[in-house]
């Protein structure tokens, strides 16, 4: 089955093996051209190996992948690597190369791929630093950065080639509450411009209630919700109350 032509990423019936474990089984999702999709669910249960199964670093075990409507599941890497300069993915840690300034990490796939005139990359970076309001950190190197900071400068390097998907591993783990909000405040930002399609996962309730259109739950490998913020709060399913407030939850049932 071909995908829609909405649908910018679409799993069809995805099952995925990682560390010797089956770890997603048979999911179906679809995401449209300029939605912000969050994919929550506790530690450790695969949210982002499907990442990782979108960027094509890790095949199915079974099922379909789509990117803007081609099949990706059996793609070379030299054809991923095309697919790839579409995408850009925000790491949990920021995974900044610490041998390198700031500038030159935000520079980086310009300057691997060509994708901008020489003469013009030092501008993009000073635009793209600007955005995450760190115009005057460009030659500092990441152990000179504070947590927060990094997070903002991985932000400024995913944006520097302009991708239309944006691929988000718990952007806000680890922040102390202003930091949080400043990194909340910058995907707003990106959601703006309507042709950004914005993939987040997290274990993070309040901040999936803020930013996303649209909800998926993972639960032992299987979406077991998908929709907006608000039909998440109120659904009945004692799996999803559990994850969403799980001290009420627990003092409910002790009465």
Do not use: W
């Amino acid at each position: 089955m071909v995908a829609k032509p909405e649908s910018v990423i679409q799993l069809e019936r995805v099952s995925l093996h990682y560390g010797g474990d089956d770890v997603i089984c048979d999911v179906n999702l679809n995401i449209r051209r300029g939605e912000t999709k969050i994919i929550l669910g506790t530690s450790g249960v695969g949210k982002s190996t499907i990442l990782k199964s979108i960027l094509g670093l890790l095949r199915p075990k079974s099922g379909k992948i789509y990117i803007h409507g081609e099949d990706i599941t059996g793609l070379k890497e030299r054809e991923m690597v095309r697919l790839r300069l579409r995408m850009a993915i925000v790491f949990q840690q920021g995974a900044l190369f610490d041998s390198m300034t700031v500038g030159e990490n935000v520079s980086y796939r310009l300057r691997e791929f060509n994708l901008v005139e020489k003469e013009k990359i030092e501008a993009r970076v000073e635009e793209v630093l600007k955005f995450v309001g760190l115009q005057g950190a460009k030659k500092l190197k990441p152990s000179q950065l504070s947590g927060g900071m990094k997070k903002r400068v991985a932000i400024a390097r995913a944006l520097a080639p302009d991708p239309e998907i944006f691929l988000f591993d718990e952007p806000t783990v680890g922040l102390d509450p202003i930091n949080l909000y400043n990194i909340e405040q910058l995907i707003m930002k990106l959601k703006e411009r309507r042709d950004r399609t914005l993939v987040i996962v997290t274990h993070d309730v309040e901040s999936a209630f803020r930013l996303g259109d649209s909800i998926v739950m993972l639960h032992e490998g299987k979406f077991i919700f998908e929709g907006p913020p608000e039909e998440l709060k109120k659904s009945p399913d004692e799996r999803i109350q559990t994850f969403l407030d799980p001290i009420s939850f627990y003092s409910k049932k002790a009465r």
